[in-house]
């Protein structure tokens, strides 16, 4: 019922505008931003490093295609980290305050 959705940024600045684009669009109850990740991976065949910002998007699943699309459309990389895990349980008042938020 509810998703927790990790994406990775080049910066501050498309975080926030990726960010507020969620939350206007009510895709996201609340969005996270956390500055200085390094990011180690392999990209065209070799290992890349990037010093990135991870955004952690609290949703609900229902909403997770139109939150994947908003982020593709927006995002600067060729292939943007969108991954969702399903918030199994949590904290009553607060999934309740993600259902609120998103109404």
């Given at each position: ?11 501050k ?50 909403l997770?295609?139109?939150?994947v ?35």
């Open positions: 019922m509810y998703s927790l959705v990790l994406v990775t940024a080049p910066d600045k498309d975080a926030r505008k990726i960010a507020n684009a969620l939350i206007k669009n009510k895709l996201a109850a609340c969005v996270n931003i956390v500055g200085k990740v390094e990011s180690l991976f392999w990209w065209q065949g070799k290992v890349d490093k990037a010093n990135e910002v991870l955004l952690i998007i609290k949703s609900k699943k229902s997770v295609p139109m939150l699309k908003l982020v593709k459309s927006m995002h600067s990389y060729k292939v943007p980290e969108i991954i969702s895990l399903s918030i199994t349980s949590g904290f009553k008042p607060y999934l309740n305050w993600i259902d609120e938020s998103l109404r």
